[in-house]
C-alpha cells in the first residue's frame, strides 16, 4: 500500500542536530522532502548551505538546495559555532559536493516549490526565521498554500542562548515576531521537549552500528556540544520531524505566543500564555511535554532505514 507522503520544506542551517533531523526527513516513508533553504544561523550561510549540499549528496535524494539570507533582519549576526564546531558538521570528512546550488535565492525557492506542488506544502523550520519571515512579507498570497509550519524555537520556559531566550528565536527576533503574527497554522516544538529529547550513550552506539549514516552521525556527535555523550545528547531539531509524522510523542497546549524583541534582558524571548494572561486568542499550538523513551526508539528505528 503506497503511503500518502506529506510534502515538507525544511528551512535549517546544518549543523549536528540539523543533519540528524534532514536524514530522518530525507528517508521517512511518510514525508516529501520538497526543499532544502539554508540560513545563517549555527554557522555562516556559505557554510550551512555547503553543509546541506554535502548532506544531500550523502543521503542520496535529489533534493534542491536554496541558498537564503546571511544575516538577521534587524540585528548584527551571532553564530553558535561553540555547538557544532567551525564547520558546523566538524568530526565527518564528507567530500566537496558536487551538486549545483538552486539558482533562485531560498525565498523565491519556497514560492515556487509552494505554487507547483499538488498538495499544500508544511513548512519545517528548523534554524532562525529569516528566510520565512521573508517569504511571508514579499509572497502574503503563498500562505493559502501553506498547510502549516512546524519549527523549533522558543521556550516556555527557561533559555538556551540566554536566561529566557532560545538560539533561534534570539538569532532573529524580529523574524519571529513576524511568522507567530502570521495568522497561518503554527507549531512551536521547543526547549520545554527538545532539552528532554536526548540520545543516551547506548543510543549513540547502537546508532553508530545500523548502517554509514549512524557512522556518519556518530563521527559527528564526538564533536557536538549539545549536551554530552555521556549525559545524552540534544536532538532539538529532530523533534520537529517527530511532530509531523509522530504527534502523540507530544503533549502540547494551544496558546497566545509573542517573541520579545527589544528588551535590554530578555530580546528572543518567546511570550508563552499558558495560562491566557492576556486574554488573546490562541495563535500557536506549543509542545510543552515528550514521551522520552518512545522518541529514542522511534529516532533509531528511523535511522535504521538510512543507507
Not at 534587524?74 to 539558482?103: T, V
Not at 546508532?207 to 554509514?212: A, K, Q, T
Request: hydrophobic share 40%.
Amino acid at each position: 500500500m503506497n503511503v500518502k507522503r506529506i510534502p515538507i520544506i525544511i528551512d535549517t542551517d546544518p549543523g549536528i542536530d540539523d543533519a540528524v533531523a534532514i536524514g530522518v526527513a530525507v528517508y521517512h516513508e511518510a514525508l516529501d522532502v520538497k526543499l532544502l533553504t539554508t540560513v545563517a544561523g549555527n554557522v555562516s550561510v556559505d557554510k550551512t548551505t555547503n553543509n546541506a549540499l554535502k548532506l544531500v549528496e550523502f543521503f542520496g535524494p535529489d533534493t534542491p538546495v536554496a541558498k537564503g539570507a546571511g544575516q538577521p533582519l534587524c540585528i548584527p549576526y551571532e553564530d553558535a559555532s561553540e555547538i557544532h564546531g567551525e564547520s558546523g558538521m566538524d568530526g565527518y570528512e564528507f567530500p566537496a559536493p558536487k551538486k549545483n546550488i538552486h539558482p533562485e535565492h531560498a525565498v523565491n525557492a519556497i514560492r515556487e516549490t509552494i505554487l507547483t506542488s499538488e498538495e499544500k506544502v508544511t513548512l519545517v523550520p528548523i534554524g532562525p526565521l529569516t528566510n520565512i519571515a521573508l517569504f511571508l512579507a514579499l509572497y502574503p498570497e503563498c500562505k493559502s498554500r501553506i498547510e502549516r509550519i512546524v519549527l523549533m524555537g522558543g521556550s516556555a520556559s527557561a533559555g538556551n542562548h540566554s536566561p529566557t531566550a532560545e538560539y533561534n528565536i534570539l538569532a532573529d527576533p524580529e523574524a519571529a515576531k513576524m511568522v507567530f503574527a502570521s495568522g497561518l497554522d503554527i507549531t512551536m516544538v521547543g526547549l520545554d521537549v527538545t532539552n528532554r529529547a536526548t540520545l543516551t550513550p547506548d543510543n549513540v552506539v547502537e546508532i553508530r552500528d545500523l548502517n554509514e549514516t549512524g557512522k556518519m552521525l556518530y563521527s559527528m556527535f564526538q564533536h557536538y556540544r549539545g549536551g554530552s555523550l555521556k549525559t545524552g545528547l540534544k536532538m532539538h531539531d529532530l523533534c520537529a520531524i517527530a511532530y509531523i509524522v509522530k504527534p502523540e510523542l507530544f503533549k502540547t497546549q494551544k496558546c497566545f505566543v509573542d517573541v520579545e524583541t527589544a528588551g535590554a534582558y530578555t530580546a528572543g524571548t518567546t511570550i508563552v500564555d499558558l495560562m491566557n494572561r492576556y486574554q488573546r486568542e490562541p495563535n500557536a499550538t506549543v509542545c510543552l511535554d515528550i514521551d522520552v523513551e518512545a522518541f529514542r526508539a522511534w529516532a533509531i528505528e528511523c535511522l535504521a532505514k538510512a543507507r
